[in-house]
């Protein structure tokens, strides 16, 4: 049921085009927003963008690394260019590249914090700039129920998304006199094509079913809601919060 959260705006996802942000872009766009979606996948990205022009939507793709501060630069610059505006965002691009033989590896590490972390704080960072010149907007960051709690042998993932949930805090009461709130979305174990090749490994296959009280995984759809609840109006009063979605894993 459409209520038409974001008539009007225009609404901007990194990793838009798989997964938890494509299901986000979707749902911004259900709700009436122009939906810009950023991924450096870009015939996934389309897609996304496709799927929405067929619902009668109005979408467009940006190519994007988000681990270039200039690239992110760029991609605000052409969301603004595009529909004239930017006024809500989800950072949802990420990875998860750790492998048990590689979990102290720097290289891998470090990777895993380029996207994860100065992913984010290279979007955010711009995203902001933008908003503060132009009346303000609403930013949420995916973070992960893993930058709340942590799991053993997952330095980088664990690292990076407990970086997501403070820099999210700190951003949100940097700018909270400034028509800006930033909030996070940590998921539980979702379905996702991250997911599904994380499940190729036994040890981690083990451990993400251990993380699901229900039973099941969560559908993208199910964190999208808490994405879109987050950066409406509806929530004019939440900032700097990081919101667990995950059928209660961690009030175990
Ligand atoms: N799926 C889960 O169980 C789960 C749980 C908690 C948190 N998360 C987080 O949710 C977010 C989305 O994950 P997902 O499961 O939808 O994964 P996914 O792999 O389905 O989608 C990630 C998207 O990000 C894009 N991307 C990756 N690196 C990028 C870069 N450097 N620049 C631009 N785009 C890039 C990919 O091309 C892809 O389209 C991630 O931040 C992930 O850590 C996922």
């Known amino acids: 049921m459409a209520r038409g959260w974001f008539d009007g705006r225009v609404a901007l ?27 450096m996948d870009c015939a996934a990205g389309e897609q996304t963008a496709e799927l929405i022009r067929t619902s009668g939507g109005e979408a467009a793709l ?11 630069e760029q991609m605000v610059a052409h969301a603004v260019e595009r529909f004239g505006g930017l006024h809500v965002a989800c950072n949802s691009a990420g990875t998860a590249l750790e492998t048990p033989e590689g979990e102290w590896d720097e290289d891998v590490v470090r990777r895993v914090y380029e996207v994860n972390a100065f992913g984010v704080l290279n979007t955010m960072k711009y995203e902001i700039r933008h908003m503060l010149e132009n009346g303000g907007g609403a930013i949420v960051n995916i973070a992960s129920v893993e930058g709340l709690v942590a799991q053993p042998g997952s330095p980088g993932y664990v690292g990076s998304k407990h970086a997501v949930v403070g820099m999210t805090r700190s951003a949100a009461l940097q700018y909270v006199n400034r028509d800006i709130r930033v909030n996070a979305v940590c998921p539980g174990v979702t379905r996702t094509p991250l997911v599904e090749r994380t499940m190729e490994i036994p040890e981690y296959k083990e451990t993400m079913l251990a993380m699901c009280p229900s039973g099941r995984f969560a559908e993208p759809e199910e964190i999208a809601n808490a994405v879109l609840w987050l950066s409406s109006d509806l929530a004019s009063y939440v900032n700097g919060h990081p919101l667990v979605v995950d059928a209660g894993f961690v009030a175990q």
Do not use: N
């Open 13 to 39: 996802v990194t990793g838009g085009g798989s997964g938890i942000g494509r299901a986000t872009a979707l749902g911004y766009a259900a709700e009436g927003a122009k939906v810009v979606i950023c991924d």
């Open 62 to 72: 940006i190519e994007c690394d988000v681990t270039e501060a200039s690239s992110a």
